[in-house]
């Protein structure tokens, strides 16, 4: 147990122009041990009784964009207020999508919140977007109800997602929320997200016209992959923001609500919603959009002989025979730049099938990559050899070789996913090879920056 009387304390270095928010018993004498041989003068900004780990831990997530090294924070605007003791304003402003952002605690935990409240005062402070309270709805209704004191701490932003992408970033640990409730919310951020990746693109097509495409391989800070930094975001893993992307699109209401009562797995729930995909005749797909595309990416539906095998293709997707697939191909050529490349996948027994789709679509076939997987394939599904690797062949029309000093290994060596997903990391390589515009078929899901066609 924590000792009775700890208090959690700021001490500043106006100096350093620096904060330290930490726990003890007697925060004035932990402030002169600091001070001594310290030639920085150190100041007691705030005290916070009955303050304890909890509330420490809870600051230093608050600021956690501020930290500096272990308790040491930048004294920004935002920690200031929050010492100046500024009380709340006369009205603050409430708002259904960011009260019901995060699920409601139960009636349990809303009764241990009240009666901490009430025995010590309402000790975090809640958080603003302006007058607008983004986190803390449950700590204002019982403060409102009992007469109870609060402070606020007002961050800006530059507008409602950004207020919900700091939300979810500072909060996801600070719930018990399951993997579907992160992933969902996660989601809902996208159009954020996507505002990030299309600034980056934009810098990175100044950088290529610069002839500095080398400066922007090495800008890895900036989130130019939206369902990588979603999956960050959420803190699951991108198979997952990609199962729940599936099931939010195509699983009944019944599904949803299985799965949001914990009656189903995400593995389950995704099921059902592929299989009522699958349920889709892939002959009634759209013809492609329009426009002139430098690279095609396509990842064929291959009809196999052996449909009628557990894990099969046909078990997970809907497949398409030789002749349909070249029946594609006045489309595509009437959509491929005059110097173009196609990235197609072939798998072992398709090879020579491959070569002849490059041929009918208008490609020469120039070379490929192999992906090797870290497992093989599973059960029937290996008659000579278990197979471990696929074929990313690469084809061209007309004159269109890749940026200089972007070539890759010409293998990639990652995780095999689920059923006939391909490794993110071939779009980035793609990427750093050309500028597009790109076009990708029999696409899973959409991806900023290309055109996504066929299965999504």
Same mark, same amino acid.
């Given at each position: ?12 270095d106006d100096?350093?122009v ?6 003890a ?7 002169k ?13 705030k ?16 600021f *956690?964009?501020y ?13 200031k ?33 009240e ?6 005062g309402?000790?975090a402070?809640?958080?603003? +977007? ?5 986190d803390?709805?449950h700590r204002y209704?019982?403060?409102?109800k ?12 530059e507008d ?7 939300l ?20 809902s951020l ?12 934009q810098l990175?097509g100044e950088?290529y ?5 080398k400066?922007?391989?090495n ?14 975001l ?15 699109? *195509?699983a009944?209401?019944?599904t ?9 797995t ?5 099921g059902q919603?592929?299989?009522l ?21 396509a990842d ?11 894990g099969?293709?046909?078990?997970h997707y ?8 070249e029946?594609l ?5 009437s ?7 196609l990235?197609? +996948?072939?798998t ?8 002849e789709?490059?041929?009918? +679509? ?6 490929n990559?192999v992906?090797?997987?870290d497992?093989?394939t599973?059960?029937k ?11 990313l ?6 004159s269109?070789?890749?940026w200089?000093?972007s070539?890759?290994?010409s293998?990639?060596?990652a995780p ?5 997903a ?10 750093r090879?050309?500028p ?19 299965t999504?």
């Amino acid at each position: 147990m924590e000792p009775k009387g700890d208090k959690v304390y700021f001490i500043v270095d106006d100096d350093s122009v620096a904060v330290k928010i930490g726990v003890a018993f007697a925060p004035e004498s932990r402030m002169k041990e600091m001070q001594t041989g310290n030639p920085h003068k150190l100041r007691l900004a705030k005290v916070i009784l009955n303050g304890n780990h909890k509330l420490e831990k809870e600051l230093h997530r608050i600021f *956690s964009d501020y930290a500096l090294e272990g308790e040491w924070f930048r004294l920004a605007a935002e920690i200031k207020e929050f010492l100046g003791e500024k009380q709340e304003p006369k009205e603050i402003q409430l708002c259904e999508e960011f009260r019901n952002f995060f699920p409601p605690l139960s009636d349990e935990q809303k009764a241990g919140l009240e009666k901490d409240i009430l025995a010590h005062g309402c000790l975090a402070p809640l958080i603003l +977007w302006g007058d607008t309270l983004i986190d803390g709805y449950h700590r204002y209704d019982i403060c409102q109800k009992h007469g109870v004191r609060f402070q606020t701490v007002s961050f800006k932003f530059e507008d409602k997602f950004a207020a919900m992408y700091w939300l979810l970033s500072h909060q996801r640990n600070r719930r018990n929320l399951s993997k579907y409730e992160l992933a969902t919310r996660a989601l809902s951020l996208r159009p954020v997200i996507e505002k990030k990746a299309e600034e980056q693109r934009q810098l990175a097509g100044e950088l290529y016209h610069k002839g500095k495409p080398k400066v922007f391989q090495n800008l890895e800070n900036l989130p130019i992959h939206t369902d990588k930094e979603l999956a960050r975001l959420a803190d699951v893993s991108h198979d997952t923001i990609y199962k729940v992307q599936i099931i939010l699109r *195509s699983a009944d209401q019944e599904t949803k609500e299985k799965l949001q009562k914990g009656e189903l797995t995400i593995n389950q729930a995704y099921g059902q919603a592929r299989a009522l995909e699958r349920r889709k005749d892939i002959t009634n797909i759209p013809t492609l959009p329009p426009g002139k595309y430098q690279v095609i990416y396509a990842d064929p539906p291959w009809q196999y002989r052996n449909s009628g095998l557990g894990g099969s293709a046909e078990s997970h997707y809907s497949t398409m025979p030789m002749d349909k697939l070249e029946n594609l191909k006045a489309d595509i050529q009437s959509r491929a730049t005059d110097d173009a490349v196609l990235f197609l +996948w072939v798998t072992s027994p398709f090879l020579p099938k491959g070569l002849e789709l490059c041929q009918a +679509w208008g490609f020469e076939y120039k070379t490929n990559f192999v992906w090797i997987k870290d497992k093989s394939t599973y059960g029937k599904l290996g008659f000579y050899s278990y197979s471990q690797h696929e074929f990313l062949f690469v084809a061209t029309k007309g004159s269109c070789l890749p940026w200089s000093d972007s070539l890759h290994s010409s293998l990639i060596i990652a995780p095999k996913g689920e059923h006939s997903a391909k490794p993110e990391l071939v779009y980035e390589i793609i990427e750093r090879m050309y500028p597009g515009p790109y076009i990708e078929l029999f696409a899973r899901k959409k991806r900023p920056n290309w055109e996504s066609w066929g299965t999504l």
